[in-house]
């Protein structure tokens, strides 16, 4: 029989951890191995961790959800395993899940992945699957072509030797996308959710289509940059990939520019920094330089820093400086 590892990444949610785990251990087909990546938590969860006898659990400094799982798929993979149960903390596994996805019996690559509900009414997608709301609306088993990792994703060691690893690069926000287009469009592998396969997750709340706090939204910036990556692996084509990522660039601007009544210039400034570093692959900012620089934003104001090279300018038109030589008239 293959074995199964089941591989969780957590930074700082201690009690959806344990629901987590909780759930592994409860499945009808226990996965052979759980390991759990502690992404830098400073909460309970290090503590925690070290009581439990029956998990494998790696310490690192936080290197985002795309570090997270970067280090958890090449320790299963260096280990052996030959299936790779993938999901973050902040959701939790049905208990036939994994049985249900293994029943699947595929003889070639295929990246299986588990319906994702909203584990607050337990019924709708929390991404749209293919053209679907709601769970009970698909009538078939499989819906083929979709997947959202890495929530309940199960991946084929075979995957992983011919796409590689998850891009540590990245960060957070967007790693999953660009690992689902490298596997599905650079590799040409299929994907399929296995309807019966349930995994919960909570309901995602991001839209910029409403007023947005830039002092909260660091991860924008990893949304701004990450994208230039994700076109690269969609389309494999270099000048697509160039086209489209300044299409969603301008869609952004312009969306600030429709949407937003606050701190306009600091948002574009702030999406332009971003989009920079994404176009130049600087993958040098983790959450903390970046909350760093949105604190800068409001120390120095970008209309100030816009305007004062001209007035300086001006000032010294038309004020003569002073010298130490300047001739003093005494009377």
């Not at 700082?12 to 390991?35: A, F, G, M, W, Y």
């Not at 293919?130 to 698909?138: T, Y």
């Not at 796409?163 to 990245?170: E, F, Q, R």
């Not at 289509?209 to 990893?222: A, D, G, R, V």
């Amino acid at each position: 029989m293959e074995k199964v590892i089941a591989v969780v990444v957590s930074h700082n949610r201690h009690h959806l951890l344990v629901d987590c785990i909780q759930s592994l251990r409860n499945q009808t087909r226990k996965p052979d191995e759980i390991l759990v990546v502690n992404n830098g938590s400073s909460d309970y969860t290090s503590v925690w961790l070290d009581k439990q006898d029956d998990l494998v659990h790696l310490y690192q400094d936080n290197l985002g959800s795309a570090g997270g799982f970067h280090t958890g798929i090449k320790w299963a993979y260096e280990k052996g395993y030959q299936w790779i149960w993938c999901m973050d903390d902040d959701g939790y596994a049905k208990e036939d899940a994994l049985e249900v996805l293994l029943n699947q019996n595929e003889k070639q690559p295929v990246l299986l992945n588990c319906a994702v509900l909203n584990k607050e009414d337990r019924r709708s997608f929390v991404w749209k699957t293919g053209n679907f709301s709601f769970i009970d609306e698909v009538k078939q088993d499989i819906v083929n072509g979709i997947g959202h990792p890495f929530n309940g994703t199960l991946i084929h060691r075979n995957i992983v030797t011919l796409v590689g690893l998850p891009n540590a690069n990245l960060y957070h926000r967007g790693e999953e996308v660009e690992y689902f287009y490298r596997i599905t469009k650079t590799f040409k592998i299929d994907a399929k959710t296995v309807i019966g396969s349930v995994y919960f997750h909570p309901p995602t709340k991001y839209s910029y289509s409403k007023e947005w706090n830039l002092k909260e939204s660091w991860s924008t910036y990893f949304h701004v940059r990450n994208q230039y990556s994700i076109m690269k692996s969609k389309y494999n084509n270099a000048m697509k990939a160039c086209f489209a990522y300044a299409g969603f660039v301008v869609s952004f601007v312009y969306n600030v520019l429709a949407t937003q009544k606050n701190d306009r210039l600091k948002k574009l400034n702030f999406i332009f920094n971003a989009a920079i570093d994404g176009i130049t692959n600087d993958s040098s900012q983790n959450s903390e330089t970046v909350k760093t620089s949105i604190h800068s934003l409001y120390q120095n104001n970008f209309y100030q820093k816009l305007v004062n090279p001209f007035k300086k300018y001006l000032l010294n038109l038309f004020v003569p400086s002073y010298t130490e030589t300047t001739n003093h008239v005494t009377v």
